[in-house]
């Protein structure tokens, strides 16, 4: 039986093709899901298949929702929160010169401000429980940098800072918060890259590849096991080899 079994975890941005991976993963090892998104039709699709998560359309940009979103997803599972896969994100790319204000803070806000809160607001449960895990999906361009990508880049490199100060102030409370930062992975959004620009990419990457999004979602059942107790403030990169921290 897996330690995730019976578990309460709230995944975000879940009709997404990685977010599908993460649902099947946990699914898979008996924990009981709310699975959030904005694309309802998706998210009906997510339920078809696995007919015991539940499905609950938000959009994390509601920041003065986010509260009630977290208090109702816990009720629903019961009460009680173990984990939650903070997964949603957009992206608006420009070049620096051209990107709008309005590019910049939509970025920053529903990728780094929605998911400071939903981290606030799970911690808050958490510290009722004495226990939980947090795992905040970033990118390897929160590295690395992307052209194009100044306003993505800084969102995600802010959730690795930002995680790295929640781990800091909850640890003693047993709560566990770290990042994974995929590389190139296999979705609707790398389908849509030029064959051309795609080899270029694959060309940088040791492992001469994309990854999967069962990659991303067997790095999240990780962390989100006590497998990962003693793992805190930590970035797990899954990318192949393209970045080594």
Not at 44 to 65: A, N
Request: charged share 25%.
């Amino acid at each position: 039986m897996s330690d995730l079994d019976k578990k309460n975890i709230i995944v975000t941005g879940a009709s997404g093709g990685i977010g599908n991976s993460i649902i099947k993963k946990l699914y898979e090892s008996g924990a009981n899901i709310i699975a959030s998104g904005t694309r309802i039709e998706k998210l009906k699709e997510l339920k078809s298949k696995f007919d015991k998560v539940k499905i609950v359309t938000f959009d994390i940009s509601q920041t003065d929702k986010i509260e009630e979103f977290i208090e109702n997803a816990s009720s629903e599972l019961g009460g009680n929160l173990d984990c939650i896969i903070n997964n949603a994100g957009i992206t608006k790319d420009n070049l620096s010169i051209r990107m709008t204000l309005d590019e910049w803070k939509k970025v920053i806000d529903i990728n780094l401000t929605s998911t400071f809160l939903l981290s606030k607001f799970a911690i808050k449960k958490m510290l009722k429980n004495k226990s939980g895990k947090i795992i905040n999906i970033t990118s390897v361009v929160g590295h690395t940098g992307n052209f194009g990508q100044a306003n993505y880049s800084a969102s995600k490199a802010g959730i690795v800072a930002m995680s790295k100060s929640l781990a800091l102030e909850y640890a003693k409370k047993n709560i566990n918060i770290n990042c994974i930062s995929p590389g190139f992975i296999k979705t609707a959004m790398t389908d849509k890259i030029d064959e051309k620009f795609k080899e270029i990419i694959i060309s940088k990457i040791p492992s001469a590849r994309l990854g999967e999004p069962d990659d991303i979602a067997n790095a999240v059942h990780f962390l989100a096991s006590n497998q990962s107790n003693y793992i805190n403030g930590e970035t797990l990169h899954v990318n192949g080899g393209m970045y080594m921290a």
